[in-house]
C-alpha cells in the first residue's frame, strides 16, 4: 500500500507550549483516520503543519513520497491536499452555490479567466450536483452569512471535497452541529468519502463517531501521538480509557 | 434554441440600447455647460470605476488620482514631446502608460491590505504629484499644461468639439462598462469578491490571492488612466492637482456616493457628484465644499452601501462592509 | 561646514514642526484606530485661532512675550472645543466599521472644516509674524539662525514629554494603553473605554491646534493649508510606526534631516524625497520602523 502522508519529528512550540513535539506518523491510500485529544493537545496544529500554514521548527512532511515541507498552503492545495476548518472558512457574502463555483473553477485552474462567465452550464451542473451530495437544496441560493452553523461546516467539508484531492483533512467536521444530527451528517460524509476512495483525516471530540467511522485512531496528548490503533483495540486499552474518555 | 437565445440576449441588451440611445441624444436637448458636465463626469466614472472595482475586494485605493494624472499627462506630453493629436492614439497611449505603471506598481501593492493599501497608494500619488509639481520644465508646474483638442479619427471636431468629446467619451464609458460587467461576472471577478470575504480560503483552494489583487488593480488602473486622458481631451488644462491627494479622495467619495453593487452606480455616482458641486459652487462658492462634506457625512452615516441602495435594495453582492469575516 | 549646519538646523526644526503635527495624529491611530483626515483641519483652526488671538494681544499693547502662552491657550481651546464635539458627535458611530468609512467620514470632516474656516476667516491671508520676530537671530557655527525654531523644538519636546509621561507615568496612561492592546478586553475589565477614547481624542486634537498656533508667525495663515498638511503628517505617522509615538519622533527626524539636505541640494525634489521615503518604508517594513505585526488563527 502507497504512503499518502509521511510525517517525520516534527515540532512546533508557541512559547512554552509545545503544539507539536516529535511528532511521526504514516497514513496510507484509502485510509479513514480519526484524531483525538484533549483541547490544546496540537491536532489543529498537526493540519496546519501538514498544510504549510505553520512552518516546523524541526521535521518533514512528505506527500505521496515528495517532500512538501515549507510549501505554501496553496502549493500543498494544488499537489491535492484539502482541508477543512474548525471555524468554517467560507466566502460569507457569496451563495453557497458561489461558493462551490470558486471551488471548481480554482479546481479546474481557471481563476484568472475574466473573460467568460463564471456560471457556465457545466459547471453550475457540476456544482449542484456535488452540493446534493452532501444534502444541499434549496439552501444553494442563500447567502453564506446566513446559513445555520451546521450548513457552514458541512459546506466547508463540501468545499474542500470540491476540489478533489487525494488526501483530505477535516478539522471537527461536526461541531457545531447538534447531537441530534451529529451521525446524519456523518453518515453522509463517511458516504461520500468512501464512494471517492479519497484518503482522510477527521479530528473529532466525541468519541463515539471515531468508533463508529474511523478505521484508526490516533491520540493526541501534548503535541505527542500516544496511541495509534483501530479503535476497537484502542478503546479497549484501559490507559487510553482514562486519559482520553476521563473514565476512572 | 439557438434562435431563442439570441432573441433573449437581444431582450436582455434592449434597456442598455435604450438608455445608450437616450444619452446619445441628450446633447441636443441640454444646455452646452450641462452637456460638459456630463462629459467630464462621464470621464470621471472611469477613474471611480476603477476605485470600485477594488474596493469589492476591500482594498482602499487613496491614490487613484495616480492614474488620472498619468492618463492626462500622457496626452500631454504627446502633444508636447510627439506632437500627436489623434484621438484614438491618445486613448491607447494612455491606456497602455497607466497599464504599465499599474503592472509595475501592482507588483508591490498586491502584498497590502486595509491601511496599508490605503497608505502605499497614497503615497505612490504624492511621489507623483510631487514630480508633476516641481520639475516644471517638463510639466509646466503649477500652471500645468493646455492640451490642445485632439482630432478624432481624423477629423478636427472645430466649432463642435464640445459634442464630439461627449460621444468619445460615451462610446469610451460604454466600452469600459459592457468589458468590466463581463470581469464582473467572470471567474476572476468573483474571485475579487472571494479574496474580500476570506483571503485564507482562497489560498486553501488553491489560487492565488496575490494574483488575484494584481489583475483587479491592473483593470483599475487602466481605467483611471483612460479616464485621465478623456478629462484632458474635453477639459483642455491639466494640473498636477489630478495626482494630489484630494482628488484621490474624492474618487473614494464619489465610489462610495453611487456605490458599487453594479457597474452603472460609479456612473450614478459620478454625475450627481458633480451637479451637486456645480450647483452647490453657483449657490454659494465658498460653501460648496461644506455642502459636498456634508453630503459624504450623511452617506457615509445612514446610506453605506451608496445612492445604487436605493434603487437596488438587493444587490446580488452584498457590500464588503456589512460581512464580518475580515474584522 | 555651514551647509551641514544649515542641514542639521534646517532639518531639526522641521522635523520639530513635523514632530507637532503628526504625534495626534499617531496617538490617535493608536486609541481609536482611526486614521483622521481632519487632523489636519484641526491644525489649520489652531493656526487660525493662535493668530487671531495673538494678534488681538499684540494690538492690545500688552507685553508682546504674552503671545506666546497665547498661542498654547489657543490651541487647548481649539482641542477642547471641537475633539470632544467630533470624536461623540461623529468617530464613535464607526470604530467597528471598515477602513473606507472611517477614512471617509474624517474627510467629510475635513471638506466641512475647509469651508467652516473660511466662514470665520474669510479668504485673505492671515499674518502676525511678530512671535517669529520677536525673538531675532542666533549666529550658530558660522550661520544666523532664528531663534523661533529652537522655540519650535523646545514646543515639541516638551509635547512629546507630556505625551510620554501621561501615557508612561499616570493611571490613565495604564488605561489608554489598555485600550490600545485591546479594546473588548478594557471593556470588559470595567474600563470606561468611551471616556477614555474622548479624551484621547481630544488630546490629539490639542495637539494638532498646538502645532497649527505655533506654525501660524512662520506662514501666512491661508485656506488650504489643512491639505499639506495632512498628507505630510500620514507620511511621518507611516514611517514611524502606526500609532507607535517614538516611532512618530523619529520618523519626524529622519523626514526632516532627508527634506534639509534636499533642499540643499535638489531643491525641486524636496517633496519627491518624502513621499519617497513614505513608500520605501511601507515596501520594506509595512509595520513602520517600530511597528509590530499580527499573524491570524485559524
Ligand atoms: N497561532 C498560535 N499562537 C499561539 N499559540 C497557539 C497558536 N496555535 C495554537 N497555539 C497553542 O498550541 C496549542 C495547541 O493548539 P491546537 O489548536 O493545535 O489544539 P487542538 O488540539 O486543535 O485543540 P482544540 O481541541 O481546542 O481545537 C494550544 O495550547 C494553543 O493555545
Ligand atoms: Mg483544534
Redesign the pocket.
Known sequence: MDVVLEAVGLAKS??A?K?ADDLSVRISSGQIVGIV??????????L?LVTGY?SPARGQIYYLGKEITGLHPRQVTRLGVARSF?VPQLYTSLTVLENMLVALVIRSGRQGDCWRALRTRARLAEARRLLEKFGFGDESGQVVRTLPEGGRKLLDVALSFALGPRLLLL??PTSGVSAAEKFRVMDTLIGVIRESGVTSVF?E?DMDVVQRYAERVLV?SE?RIIADDPPGALFADPIVRRYILGEE | MRGAQVSRTLAGAAPWLAVLLALAILPRLLPDWLGFLLTVAFAKALVVLGVAVLLRSNLVSFGHGLYFAAGAYTVGFAAKWLHLREAVLLIFGAVVVSGALAALLGLFLARYRGIFFGMLTLAFSMILYSLLLRLYWLTGGTDGMVTAPPTILGVVPGAAAGRAHYYLTLVCLALALALTRRWLGSPLGYLASAIRDNEIRVEYMGASVRQGIYRTYLLSGVLGGLGGCLVAFSVGHIAPEFSYWTQSGDFVFVTVLGGYASVFAPVMGSVVFELVRNYAYALSPYTWQMSLGAILLLIVLFLPRGLWSLLAPRAPVSSPWTSSSRR | MDTLTLILLDGIAFASWLFLVSAGLTFAYGVLRILNIAHGSLYAIGAYTGATLAGLVLHSGANPFLAYPVLVGAALLVGLALGPLLERGFLRRVYDQEEVITLLLTFAIFLILEDGMKLVWGVSPIIVAEPYALLGQLPLAGVTYPVYSFLLTGVAIVAGLALWVVIDRTRFGKLITSVIHDREISAALGVNVPRICTVAFTGAAMLAALGGAFTAPMVSVTPGISADVIVLAFAVTVIGGLGNISGGAIGALLVGLLRATAIQFFPALDLFVVYALMAVILLVRPEGLFGGVE?R?I
Open positions: 508557541f512559547g507550549v503544539a485529544g484533549p483541547n490544546g493537545s496540537g491536532k489543529t496544529t498537526f496546519n505553520l474548525q478539522d471537527e479530528v471530540h493526541f503535541g | 499573524v488563527r
